[in-house]
């Protein structure tokens, strides 16, 4: 099988992603496609907007409402495409993020901060990428939850007991599974995987993982005897030194930092409490390489770099430490999947009522938001492929009338003369364009292209 190739026709791409969901009748499945294409003529807009007239958008708010229609049931048909997609080594990166709705829907939970709750639920993602090249291959499961209320006054053995939010960690990569053959996972995780129950799953399924370390004080085992993660660093030893671009933040701008890094072996031991259903695993030996990346002589008032990242490559030289950050430094992908969905398929905008409705819109929502972000990495990952190899013909014509000075050869060409429809200057100075640029070019340019089809018709 080759290598799965990105649809841009909206009609084929939405066969391609819901033809083969099971919604208990076949009318919903086909529903269900005739939805997902007009969302992807119009990805941010209203339901009322997507649809042609009244009777198809009370069809979708009836498919959206129907208790067979669930989220799950709709983006299950992606999971496993995206995972039989994979080929050689993939990096699977996962995160999570949460959705507010405001008050007043039913069934929701609560998200926000104490002081600015609202209702929403948790969406967490793991987003299977190419490690070579980083192209986008799609969602390889997804969980959608609600936080639950803890209640106060519990001992500590209650509370141990109790399920934990962050378990969805460990079951994501359980609905990911193990890698075919000939395939490598690494699974890309922040601070809220580093349990010794997650990098278990990850073990007993055969991959890879980058987890960052969320706390320093952590006992382990290294060579020289029991201590703190912190201070095993301390006998690490330095491979190397590199420059790392910062990107800015609410509290400082983007900067350039000296980078140095350093490199040691340490084995987890199981922790005091463990879930029942893990005890059998008790002796199993978690060995992992741990690399800390610190910040030289940072800037007066500005938070130094430092990561501390656990691994399971075993890596000692600098190229293959180098080879780890640069898989970790990716998990910035994720957070555009999350600017995607929320901003260019406007989630959180959506006004259905229930939460089966919100969680089932959802469904077809982070499908969309996939083949968002795939626009725009695809002519990082392929800049010299020929355009013709991937845009429909009929595209290419009509985008060479509507911007008649463009010359476009490669997906490169076609994907900065988007960009310039959603405001892109396309300068040498200014580099390639951002998402938000190209989904506007892109949203322009199809309801143009939408038009002149209606004219064609009548």
């Known amino acids: 099988m080759g290598?799965?190739?990105?649809?841009?026709?909206?009609?084929?791409?939405?066969?391609?992603?819901?033809?083969?969901?099971?919604?208990g009748d076949k009318r919903r499945t086909a529903r269900a496609v005739i939805y997902a294409t007009s969302a992807a003529l119009n990805p941010a807009a209203s339901t009322p907007d997507q649809t042609d007239d009244w009777s198809d958008c009370k069809a979708a708010y009836d498919l959206m409402n129907c208790p067979d229609v669930t989220f799950e049931a709709l983006a299950r048909p992606h999971w496993e495409r995206t995972r039989a997609a994979a080929r050689d080594h993939v990096l699977v990166i996962?995160?999570?993020t949460e959705?507010?709705?405001?008050?007043?829907?039913?069934?929701l939970g609560q998200t926000g901060d104490v002081v600015g709750w609202g209702q929403g639920f948790f969406l967490h993602s793991a987003m299977m990428v190419q490690a070579d090249d980083l192209r986008v291959l799609g969602m390889?499961?997804?969980e959608l939850f609600y936080r639950k209320r803890v209640p106060g006054g519990q001992s500590t053995a209650v509370r141990k007991r109790r399920k934990r939010e962050s378990e969805v960690w460990g079951r994501l990569v359980e609905e990911v599974g193990t890698p075919a053959e000939g395939v490598r996972y690494t699974h890309v995780m922040d601070r809220a995987a580093d349990n010794w129950e997650v990098l278990l799953r990850m073990q007993l399924r055969g991959t890879d993982w980058i987890v960052r370390a969320s706390t320093l004080t952590r006992k382990i085992l290294h060579e020289k005897g029991r201590m703190s993660l912190e201070e095993a660093l301390t006998h690490g030893e330095k491979v190397g030194e590199y420059d790392l671009q910062v990107r800015s933040s609410k509290n400082q701008p983007a900067r350039k930092a000296r980078i140095a890094v350093r490199v040691t072996e340490i084995t987890m031991p199981a922790p005091a409490y463990i879930a029942p259903q893990y005890r059998s695993f008790r002796k199993i030996v978690i060995k992992q390489t741990v690399i800390e990346a610190c910040e030289i002589r940072p800037p007066e008032g500005v938070k130094p770099v430092r990561w501390?990242?656990?691994t399971s490559h075993k890596v000692r030289a600098f190229t293959g430490v180098w080879n780890v950050l640069e898989w970790y430094e990716a998990r910035w992908m994720i957070e555009e999947y999350h600017k995607c969905l929320k901003s260019g398929c406007s989630l959180e905008g959506r006004q259905y009522k229930t939460a089966g409705a919100l969680e089932a819109v959802a469904g077809v929502l982070t499908v969309l938001a996939v083949r968002l972000l795939q626009l725009k990495t695809v002519a990082r990952a392929e800049p010299d492929r020929p355009a013709k190899e991937i845009v429909p013909a009929d595209w290419l014509k009509f985008l060479s009338l509507v911007r008649r000075k463009s010359k476009v050869v490669t997906i490169r060409d076609f994907v900065r003369e988007l960009a310039k429809m959603g405001g892109f200057l396309g300068r040498?100075?200014?580099?390639?364009?951002?998402w938000q640029t190209l989904w506007r070019g892109f949203d322009k340019f199809l309801t143009m292209l939408a038009g002149a089809e209606l004219i064609r018709k009548k």
């Open 3 to 23: 290598r799965r190739a990105m649809e841009l026709s909206p009609e084929l791409w939405a066969e391609n992603e819901f033809g083969t969901c099971d919604l």
């Open 94 to 96: 996962n995160d999570t």
């Open 99 to 107: 959705t507010n709705y405001g008050r007043n829907r039913k069934g």
């Open 140 to 142: 390889a499961g997804q």
């Open 308 to 310: 501390v990242l656990y």
């Open 428 to 434: 040498k100075s200014d580099g390639e364009p951002g």
